[in-house]
């Protein structure tokens, strides 16, 4: 069995940097890949971006490329998820995923899920 755990969820500024991170603990086995998703309330969970562990491949939505950069530290069995220029739209509830059976950005794809962390940013 896999736990995986978000962190660093913050209340911040329109236009600030903040990185959040997911570590991973117990049977990581089928982490072959780990993902982040956002979601508001209400509205469908939109996947942000996904890393290959073992090539440290990224791979990112359009909505937020250029902006995010998703990378690892292997011995931390964690995967961070760095956001610049954060808008108001962007406060969600952001969660990862691990253990991807079919397309990463689809929520349903995924085997294993964190509790998520919010992310509030104000104007």
């Known amino acids: 069995h896999m736990e995986l755990v978000e962190s660093g969820g913050d209340s911040v500024q329109a236009g600030t940097s903040l990185t959040l991170s997911c570590t991973a603990t117990?049977?990581?086995?089928?982490?072959?890949?780990v993902a982040w998703f956002r979601q508001a309330p209400g509205k469908q969970r939109e996947g942000v971006a996904a890393?290959?562990?073992?090539?440290?491949?990224?791979v990112y939505g359009a909505s937020v490329k250029g902006r995010v950069t998703i990378s690892q530290d292997t011995e931390k069995n964690t995967v961070y998820l760095q956001m610049e220029s954060l808008t108001p739209e962007e406060s969600d509830m952001y969660y990862c995923?691990?253990?991807?059976?079919?397309?990463?950005?689809?929520?349903?794809?995924?085997?294993?899920w964190g509790q998520g962390t919010q992310v509030t940013v104000s104007s």
């Open positions: 995923a691990a253990g991807l059976r079919g397309n990463w950005d689809r929520p349903q794809a995924w085997k294993s």
């Open positions: 890393l290959f562990i073992s090539r440290s491949r990224p």
């Open positions: 117990g049977d990581t086995s089928s982490r072959n890949l």
